[in-house]
């Protein structure tokens, strides 16, 4: 198939290179041989659509931090895994005011830049993988937009057992959603029509991301509603204690351990 | 086919919402149907790769150009084809300096974005089409990057013929080209090695543009030596009577009518 992307780790190697350009640590792309090239992350929908998106924000210290994030992070306490750590940028912070924390990725290369930048506590895998590592956490942090890695209706109640397995008693699990419907624009309400009609939720992208030659599988990413987080989150052992929308459409919602 | 984009004006879309974004004229993309989000020009080769670059510099003014871009326009004498015009930068700039200038291209899009900039001859089609319409010039302009519309060796000698059937006695192209072999990356030496070995120039690449549901139709476009251009324009009305590598890899070459 003429411009299919090669399988492989997308994300590590589109934040080796940021970090690269943040940092002139290592080779980065260059037109030509010579010029400097931004790092610009790629991500396609199943329906065609597919954005640019520049990649510092990944790498970006708190004086650059969204205000959600700020509130986020004032809601640690206790050991905290951060699931999907990305290049860091959490992690580090809480670190360094040391809170006990570990980050979580499926990117190889993305925890490679991470110990690089000082982390010391970095495990590569799912949270389900993680369960097994005997590790038990306090808080739960879930930020860039990665409550989405519940994925929809199918993934939902086993990642959340997943944490809840990795759960001390009295977790919280703090997450970062946005919600999608706020939009008129017909690209997005038709995308969410059409998986209504096969049955997801509307706000449940299907993606690949791409980065030069990569590409990732196709995957599950769901943006949401509070309501349709709150079904979710209903008859597993969690409970949604807190939803706070100060920065609509961007939302940071808490869950709380039941038991 | 999951994720395949839909056939369209693919540089329009995307220089209209640039417009927007630099103007605050029409809608411009949003996340969550609130944020603005940046707009971004997506370049797949036929191997997989993709590229991601912002699209401020179609819009640039002059204090923003790249040297070359000045030294292309000082060459500029009487009635003047800005060939592939895109959002009109350098015929707007020409225009302002009494320079009698046509601007060219294939997006109607784009086009619309001239003409609401000011520009006030446009021209939709291309150098072929033109022909026909009997207009004749003094300089054709290939600037940002547009040497690249000669192709390769199969489209070079029509291409260069057309503007010898749209050029006056003495006419010049000032053309914009990069030498692509300057690099190390495996990427790009790999692909150029691929290129010669199917009988195609080593930087002839097979590209499609997208934005955001839309695609182009699969295109190739030269990125060549000076050397290799040299070989095209021979046989040619035009020879090449300068080149200013002052910018390397980036150049500006100068075909001359012959007769």
Do not use: K
């Amino acid at each position: 198939m003429v411009g299919e992307p090669t399988v492989g780790d997308v994300f590590g190697e589109m934040i080796r290179d940021a970090y690269a350009v943040a940092t002139g640590i290592g080779p980065r792309p260059l037109v030509g041989g010579r010029l400097p090239r931004p790092v610009i992350e790629i991500i396609e929908r199943d329906d065609g659509l597919v954005n640019g998106a520049p990649t510092e924000h990944y790498l970006a210290g708190p004086a650059d931090w969204q205000p959600y994030d700020h509130r986020a992070v004032d809601r640690v306490r206790g050991r905290t895994l951060d699931v999907g750590v990305g290049a860091g940028r959490i992690a580090l912070h809480l670190q360094e005011r040391g809170v006990p924390v570990v980050g979580l990725d499926t990117s190889l290369g993305a925890l490679r830049v991470c110990r690089h930048r000082g982390l010391r506590d970095v495990v590569h895998g799912t949270v389900d993988q993680h369960v097994a590592d005997g590790h038990r956490y306090d808080t739960f942090l879930l930020l860039g937009n990665n409550l989405g890695l519940i994925e929809g209706r199918e993934r939902a109640p086993a990642f959340l057992a997943a944490l809840a397995a990795l759960a001390r008693p009295g977790a919280q699990v703090v997450a970062h959603g946005t919600d999608p419907y706020g939009t008129t624009d017909p690209v997005h309400t038709g995308y969410h029509e059409r998986n209504r009609r096969r049955g997801r939720l509307g706000g449940q992208l299907r993606l690949r991301l791409r980065y030069r030659q990569l590409g990732t599988e196709w995957f599950d990413y769901l943006v949401c509603s509070v309501e349709e987080l709150a079904e979710l989150v209903h008859g597993t052992p969690w409970r949604l204690t807190d939803v706070d929308t100060a920065d609509a459409p961007y939302y940071l919602a808490t869950l709380t351990l039941a038991r």
